[in-house]
């Protein structure tokens, strides 16, 4: 018994001292947000912080030639890419790149870039595919090739 008290101390010790480690990873616009002490303004916070990160940048001419479905923004007539919500949109596969064990990143011609969330999958994409991405839930998205049911949750890039 006590020498299961002394291993529970010691792994919560040694988690204890990671806790700064992963603070560091964490965007400035995050952090910010854990110090102020109002439950509701916090939570307003984080949601301003996460909320660039489920958007995705489609060009204005896929959503005006009907490449996207679902779109609940406007367009912007002036500018070549405007920020619009889609439930999901057809693009080309410009460019794959393996990053890491079982991690791909994912570049289609219109210059977004897709991060694979899901390491379990085995990846069929290449360059020059035709693909539709659907969003998922939690900021994820599937990717599917054009001829092919299969599916790969991805994530927009936070580069």
Known sequence: MTFRIARLFFASIALLGTAPALAADLPAS??????????????????RA????????VPAAAVA???AVGATGAADAAGADAVVEVDSFKGVVKTVQRRGVGLWVLVLEDGSTWDQSDTTQE???QPGDKVELS????????????GRNATLRVTPARR
């Open 123 to 125: 990846w069929f994409l």
């Open 30 to 47: 995050i952090l910010k947000c854990t110090a102020i002490p109002d439950d509701k303004a916090r939570l307003a916070c984080f949601d």
């Open 65 to 67: 030639g009907g490449a």
């Open 135 to 146: 969003k998922a839930r939690l900021g994820s998205w599937f990717v599917r090739k054009e």
């Open 50 to 57: 996460v909320a660039p990160r489920q958007a995705v940048t």
